[in-house]
């Protein structure tokens, strides 16, 4: 059963960084590609950014260009994104994703929650 179990959110000031964490199992983690996605209040799910499974390669949406990075640890199975230059705007659920920007698949899991407010 693939699991994606997300933490690492939280409350924090305009300017701000924050890291999130996805812990994966029940899968291959090292032979797919995997993905960010958020949903605002309100609003649908939106992709954020992708890595390939082996050389790393990243995309990126243009509303955070230049302000998330993405990565992961093969080893540790686990996917990363770094959050710096926080906005307003950032503020919602966020998950991880099996897959690439077109093609990425929710698990299901919990999501953590970022809130950008001063």
């Known amino acids: 059963e693939v699991q994606l179990v997300e933490s690492g959110g939280g409350l924090v000031q305009p300017g701000g960084s924050l890291r999130l964490s996805c812990a994966a199992s029940?899968?291959?983690?090292?032979?797919?590609?995997m993905s960010w996605v958020r949903q605002a209040p309100g609003k649908g799910l939106e992709w954020v950014s992708s890595?390939?499974?082996?050389?790393?390669?990243?995309t990126y949406a243009d509303s955070v260009k230049g302000r998330f990075t993405i990565s992961r640890d093969n080893a540790k199975n686990t996917l990363y994104l770094q959050m710096n230059s926080l906005k307003p705007e950032d503020t919602a659920i966020y998950y991880c994703?099996?897959?690439?920007?077109?093609?990425?698949?929710?698990?299901g899991g919990q999501g953590t929650q970022v809130t950008v407010s001063s």
């Open positions: 994703a099996n897959g690439g920007p077109q093609t990425w698949t929710r698990s």
């Open positions: 029940g899968f291959t983690f090292s032979s797919v590609a």
């Open positions: 890595i390939t499974s082996r050389s790393g390669l990243a």
